[in-house]
């Protein structure tokens, strides 16, 4: 059904069903993911929501990867920005009502990682700027932002690692890891508890599963995923807040 294909011109064409295959995969686990949020009981969906974000910034890197360095300044990439920003906005009150956490939503933190892998991509003296500034801000918003200040260097390390593959793999990898280790869960982890070393393994494994998928060629076609999906966010939050007054 599928053949490796490891020319970097293919991995990232115009319409790329490896890339689509990503989109819904990480939308599926976050949906996934946040279905604890009305069943506490099934907190084991912790483990699986652990592909979501790094499959996001996997989809992140190679959309910027397609761009040639230097054309940072487009109308696309605008767009791009803008239309992440808002849907974050328009998140807002469904997010604060289904979520009892204090941290920014997750487009915040992939908003933040967007500007910091256009710097390392075009390495213009504004994109530099733009991404040493979204660095800063994630550094000091480190605490309230999900999956922190390595969460938002994952996507610039996933485009470093598309565009040199090999042991480099590792660096997106390890930032998914450390992004998870924020809580208990790590001691836990020491202690080997099995729950959270398979949510650690899982963060870990994550980037990797995307890059090795992002280089596959596929036979069979795959619903592409297009500017629709920025109403996923908002849009599963609010069904997921209904669901819960219902029951």
């Given at each position: ?98 979520s009892t956490s204090g941290s ?59 565009k040199r593959p090999g042991v ?80």
């Amino acid at each position: 059904m599928m053949t490796a294909h490891t020319n970097q011109h293919s991995l990232l064409n115009s319409r790329s069903s490896s890339l689509d295959l990503i989109k819904w995969l990480a939308m599926l686990t976050m949906f996934i993911d946040h279905l604890r949020l009305v069943w506490p009981e099934f907190s084991n969906l912790f483990i699986p929501g652990r592909l979501s974000f790094p499959l996001f910034c996997v989809a992140i890197a190679a959309n910027v990867a397609r761009s040639k360095p230097g054309e940072w300044l487009t109308a696309a990439n605008a767009r791009y920005l803008a239309l992440m920003l808002l849907f974050a906005a328009i998140s807002e009150v469904p997010y604060r009502y289904i979520s009892t956490s204090g941290s920014f939503k997750v487009l915040v933190t992939l908003a933040l990682g967007l500007v910091i892998a256009w710097g390392w991509q075009h390495r213009t003296l504004l994109s530099c700027a733009m991404a040493l500034m979204s660095a800063a801000i994630a550094y000091v918003l480190d605490d309230p932002l999900m999956y922190g200040f390595c969460g938002a260097l994952a996507p610039a390390a996933v485009l470093v690692a598309i565009k040199r593959p090999g042991v480099l793999w590792l660096l997106p990898a390890a930032l998914c890891l450390w992004s998870n280790s924020r809580s208990s869960i790590v001691t836990r982890a020491l202690d080997l508890d099995v729950y959270s070393l398979l949510a650690l393994s899982t963060a870990f494994a994550a980037p990797l599963i995307g890059l090795w998928l992002l280089r596959q060629t596929f036979t069979f076609r795959v619903l592409p995923v297009g500017q629709w999906a920025y109403w996923f966010y908002p849009g599963h939050l609010a069904a997921l807040q209904a669901l819960r007054l219902l029951i």
